[in-house]
């Protein structure tokens, strides 16, 4: 039976450096972190590093801030036993076998809700519609309003940007207070007494600080006196990395106190140079344009028409005759050919007037009549002859004429002729027409005779 050693299953055996190596990795692999506590043992380094602790109850961890990042990692002092939280990565020290914490950023306790609220209230001013008027800048203001701490270092950098552009330009600067309890009230109360005045632009500057510093510069008075502004509103608030909600409700927002002087403030030595270069443009113009007009009066001087204004006048006199003579002669002609229309509309007119065509209708009546009268006398003669002739034939074949030699007409009670004496019946009563009146009868007999071999239809 084998023996098994329990050193078989060791782990490979690594150097401390491989080690320290090795937790750098798997530290390096976390990331970024975000770490709550009490700053405790602060040191400044010589080198311009800041070294401390971050404790809590039960633990701590050394913390570096490298001299590159101090600026912008703690915009507050550090002070012993104050609540933070701390961004940054964690590195291991190979020397001493230790690790630690870089930190990139620091932020008091509470910052984060700061954080929170500021987002919900750019969230609710964005739907709002707070961010997007933009009115343009004044190109060149007659007075400046700036809103600032008289006792602030933004004031003197506005001041000092002030002499450098334009030396004495009119500001009227509004005092408040620019952080703390009670300076947003402070602000908008001053915002709303420069829009009382003759004021242009108003300037709403302060130097840097942390969220906590410039929280006033998100609380609603200060914005709500920015949006009822007759006048833009331009902020200079913190550094270039700052954003405030007043920098976002303005109508421009500067990067600084010293920009914000340089977009309100118009550089002088320049709009003097521009004027002297307008002035001096505008005088060589003026020359050009009298040199144009020496050059246009002196060939003016040289024309015919001042030269030699008598042989002008006649030549127009000459050509005004030759323009008489054929305005006379067309009209002239003119005169004659409407002449000779208006005679040929009279002959016309006369031709066809009423009087005449009533003179040709009576004697064209009178030609008619004397033509109708025998042609009418011979159509009547015509029309007795015809007349006489059918009266003959009427009388010829007249029934009554035909009742007169001694027929009569036989008929029914219903009127109905009687033709043949089958179709009758006995006791069955009969009217005959006589020449001279009617005789009702009955029938006692019928005797049905043989076909009527005429074809008149009144035969017996």
């Not at 003197?156 to 600067?173: H, I």
């Not at 109360?189 to 829009?195: F, K, V």
Request: glycine content about 8%; aromatic content about 4%; hydrophobic content about 45%.
């Amino acid at each position: 039976m084998a023996l098994t050693l329990p050193f078989d299953d060791a782990p490979r055996v690594v150097t401390v450096t491989e080690l320290t190596r090795k937790l750098q990795g798997l530290l390096a692999n976390v990331g970024r972190v975000a770490v709550r506590g009490e700053v405790s043992r602060v040191m400044v380094a010589a080198s311009g590093h800041v070294y401390f602790d971050l404790k809590d109850l039960d633990s701590k961890i050394a913390c570096t801030i490298w001299k590159s990042q101090v600026p912008h990692a703690a915009r507050f002092e550090l002070e012993e036993g104050l609540a933070v939280i701390a961004h940054g990565k964690l590195d291991v020290y190979g020397p001493r076998g230790s690790y630690s914490l870089i930190v990139q950023r620091l932020e008091r306790e509470g910052v984060g809700a700061l954080l929170v609220e500021f987002e919900r209230l750019k969230q609710e001013l964005a739907a709002k519609g707070w961010f997007e008027r933009k009115r343009p800048l004044p190109p060149l203001p007659q007075k400046i309003g700036v809103v600032t701490s008289r006792d602030g270092a933004a004031l003197q950098d506005f001041l000092r940007t002030r002499t450098l552009r334009w030396p004495l330009f009119p500001l009227v600067l509004a005092h408040s207070s620019v952080q703390g309890k009670g300076a947003s009230a402070e602000l908008a109360r001053a915002i709303e007494r420069l829009n009382r005045t003759d004021v242009d632009v108003i300037a709403l500057v302060r130097g840097g600080g942390s969220l906590e510093d410039l929280w006033c510069f998100n609380e609603l008075p200060v914005l709500e006196a920015i949006r009822n502004s007759r006048v833009p509103v331009v902020t200079g608030v913190g550094h270039e990395v700052d954003t405030t909600l007043a920098d976002l409700v303005a109508d421009h927002r500067a990067h600084t106190p010293t920009d914000a002087a340089q977009t309100l403030i118009p550089e002088r030595a320049a709009l003097v140079e521009r004027l002297q270069r307008a002035g001096n443009l505008l005088l060589q113009a003026m020359g050009d344009a009298l040199d144009d007009r020496e050059t246009r009066l002196a060939a003016a001087a040289r024309s015919r028409a001042l030269s030699e204004p008598d042989d002008m006048l006649l030549a127009r006199a000459e050509r005004l005759g030759h323009l008489a003579a054929r305005m006379q002669s067309a009209l002239s002609g003119r005169l004659r050919a409407v002449e000779a229309r208006l005679a040929a509309a009279h002959r016309r007119l006369e031709a066809s007037s009423p009087r005449a065509r009533l003179e040709r209708f009576e004697r064209r009546l009178v030609t008619a009549r004397e033509r109708l009268r025998p042609a009418l006398q011979r159509t009547v003669e015509a029309r007795e002859r015809r007349l006489a002739v059918a009266a003959a034939k009427l009388d010829a074949l007249s029934p009554v004429g035909i009742l007169g030699r001694g027929y009569s007409i036989t008929t029914r009670a219903s009127g109905q002729a009687v033709r043949d004496a089958a179709e009758l019946s006995v006791g069955e009563s009969l009217v005959t027409r006589v020449a001279r009146g009617r005789v009702t009868s009955k029938v006692e007999r019928i005797e049905p005779g043989p076909p009527a071999s005429g074809t008149g239809a009144d035969a017996p």
